[in-house]
Nanobody, 128 residues
């Protein structure tokens, strides 16, 4: 059974950077796309960015373009979300999620419902 184990998160100051990691365990192959989502209190869970199976396909939310970079290591089945120049409005509970894909060049979905495997998430707080 595939499980996602996340690490990172915490409290940072505005302008700081933060690196979040996600390890996929219980699954030997890398035939999945990985997405990153966030949910602030009182708001719906929203897409932050994602990366396809081959890592050649990436997609970012408009407000995160140029602010974050998503990468993956298919050898170790891990993914990383690097966020820079964080602002208080970026504070939220962040999740990594995975959706199995059939092809390495399959695009990255942005909808929550597309992802069948989720980590427990971690809180990111940004103080000014």
């Amino acid at each position: 059974q595939m499980q996602l184990v996340e690490s990172g998160g915490g409290l940072v100051q505005a302008g700081d950077s933060l690196r979040l990691s996600c390890a996929v365990v219980g699954h030997r192959n890398s035939d999945y796309a990985m997405g990153w989502f966030r949910q602030a209190p009182g708001k719906e869970r929203e897409f932050v960015g994602g990366i396809g199976w081959s890592a050649g396909t990436q997609k970012y939310a408009d407000d995160m373009k140029g602010r974050c970079t998503i990468s993956r290591d298919n050898t170790n089945n891990t993914g990383t979300l690097q966020m820079n120049s964080l602002k208080p409005q970026h504070a939220a509970h962040y999740y990594c999620a995975v959706v199995p894909t059939q092809r390495p060049d399959t695009g990255v979905g942005v909808a929550v419902w597309r992802y069948g495997y989720w980590g427990h998430g971690f809180q990111v707080s940004v103080v000014s």
